[in-house]
């Protein structure tokens, strides 16, 4: 037997695990530390009410023969996608409830959209990149090229007409960077993809956290639909970090070589996924219910209060940094020069707080640093106080 050797070719830990690791160790050699965590983007604020309510009816309706409820529909409950579908008609993106496939979020989906492509595939990242777009596409064996995000182009990577790519990773408002692209921006990477007949994989998944006049979703776009598919989660935007609910829309008149997507995803779905439970389908038709819209929203606000408090202190400090406006990331330019994993000792050890190098995200992530606003406010607001202190020695 032969086990897969693409395996070899990754860093040998999934970043957030290395990070873990990290930090476990510091807490072992230092157990009296209190430690404040701003690295992994997970999410501290409860479920809102509305959603929990929603996931006891759900669990209460398993445990009654009358409304006992099976193995789920592959692409979701009809409910939950009409739910959706409504949802981005609130923002004026025209989706229909049977394009949408629910998942358990944007993270498996990101990685295993994969098996609808052939492995012959050239796929593109910017980069610095969420991890998941690489690691998933280095074990299938693809060739993958990167599109450089820097501070020339504010952490906005654009296509070049140069460059060949068959499948295209953007994630925006972006993890890590937080910078988000205009219509026009998006516009162009439409029609490049559309141009060289690529599909553009847009992972959506912090457009809750949008603030100003910038695209939600890839199809506001004209032109997307023969060209993209979009992910998008309720992790970060409802506290589902645990409870595991996303969605996938792939249009139905989205083809390529000579192949509907939404079919073969479909096909996919079916042999490999039994779909998400009912009391989280419940609960995540909670969430898009105008109660549940306006609890969330509570909780978002939240997190951009907190962004805004780390950004403050950036400012006041004169440290370079994009994020914080339209997404829960805040990435820095790590102070004096250091490199990012540098810097993340650094501030373990001095501080004692915990964040994400930068090159953990890719060659152009090195010197960079990346926040999340995810934490509860004391700790916010102390992780900042003992940032600007050491800072500013
Ligand atoms: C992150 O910190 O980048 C995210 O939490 C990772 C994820 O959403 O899987």
């Known amino acids: 037997m032969k086990t897969n050797k693409n395996y070899n070719n990754l860093v040998p830990n999934y970043l957030f695990a290395e990070i873990a690791k990290r930090t476990n160790n510091f807490l072992k050699e230092n157990p009296d530390k209190s430690l404040i965590k701003l690295g992994i983007g997970d999410v501290t604020l409860p479920l809102a009410p509305v959603v929990v309510e929603a996931m006891k009816k759900g669990a209460d309706d398993l445990g009654k023969k009358e409304t006992f409820k099976g193995y789920p529909d592959y692409e979701g409950y009809e409910f939950l996608r009409q739910a959706i579908s409504d949802y981005y008609k609130g923002f004026g993106v025209d989706v229909s409830a049977d394009e949408v496939f629910v998942s358990d979020g944007a993270k498996s989906d990101c990685g295993n959209i994969g098996d609808i492509f052939s492995a012959d595939n050239t796929v593109l990242v910017t980069d610095p990149v969420y991890p998941v777009y690489v690691d998933s596409n280095i ?217 994400t190098p930068g090159e953990g995200f890719g060659q152009n992530g090195e010197g960079y640093f990346r926040l999340t606003s995810f934490g509860d406010r004391e700790n916010t607001i102390e992780a900042v106080r003992r940032i600007k202190e050491l800072l500013k020695k």
């Not at 060209?227 to 970090?241: H, N, R, V, W």
């Open 139 to 355: 074990m299938a064996g693809r060739k993958i090229v990167y599109a450089a995000s820097n501070q020339e182009n504010g952490f906005a990577a654009m296509p070049d007409e140069n460059v060949k790519a068959d499948i295209i990773y953007l994630c925006s408002p972006n993890n890590p960077t937080g910078s988000a692209y205009t219509y026009d921006q998006l516009k162009e990477w439409v029609d490049y993809a559309n141009k060289n007949d690529a599909v553009i994989l847009y992972d959506a998944a912090y457009e809750a956290f949008i603030t100003e006049d910038l695209p939600r979703s890839i199809y506001a776009i004209e032109g997307a639909k023969s060209c993209a598919i979009e992910f998008c989660s309720l992790s970060k935007t409802a506290g589902f970090t645990g409870t595991r609910c996303g969605y996938t829309i792939i249009p139905k008149e989205l083809e390529r070589d000579g192949e509907n997507l939404h079919a073969l995803w479909y096909r996919r779905q079916a042999t490999k996924f039994n779909g998400v439970s009912w009391p989280v389908q419940c609960a995540a038709a909670a969430v898009f219910s105008e109660e549940g819209q306006k609890q969330i929203k509570e909780n978002i606000a939240y997190y951009q209060e907190n962004a805004k408090i780390i950004s403050s202190a950036l400012d006041e400090l004169g440290i370079y940094y994009t994020g914080g406006k339209n997404s829960p990331y805040i990435w820095l330019k790590c102070p004096n020069n250091m490199g990012s994993w540098e810097f993340f000792d650094f501030l373990l050890n001095e501080a004692n707080v915990v964040g």
